[in-house]
């Protein structure tokens, strides 16, 4: 019934390879401010502002937003606190956490999240 994707290294570098993965945050960074990324965008470390993502928006385990979100497609593994808004689906992992509402076409809840 539900379909969860991982995504693996080798992809991410494919997708850092042709332009659509434009921006990491990294495990340990801490952003304060609104972000506005064309492409793709992964955080790891934290953000505190409003992210805008052209694509997809994932937050990895280590990553924490505070503050609304507006992309085509997200994935939680980490920690939002804050409104989610996916034109087209938003997908919460294992001990992913959110609070705050989430507005999309496609939810999909992974066992334990």
């Known amino acids: 019934m539900w379909e969860v994707k991982h995504v ?5 570098e494919d997708m850092k390879s042709n332009g659509s993965l434009n921006t990491i945050i990294g495990k340990g960074s801490n952003i304060t401010g609104d972000l506005d990324v064309q492409g793709s965008i992964r955080i790891d470390g934290s953000v505190k502002g409003e992210v805008r993502c052209s694509e997809m928006l994932t937050v990895g385990s280590t990553g924490r937003i505070e ?16 409104n989610i808004t996916a034109s087209e689906k938003a997908e919460l992992h294992t001990k992913s956490v959110v609070e705050g509402d989430i507005q999309t076409k496609s939810l999909i809840v992974e066992s334990g999240a």
């Open 8 to 12: 693996k290294l080798g992809e991410i």
């Open 67 to 82: 503050g609304s979100m507006r992309t085509k497609q997200f994935i939680l593994l980490g920690t939002v606190r804050g």
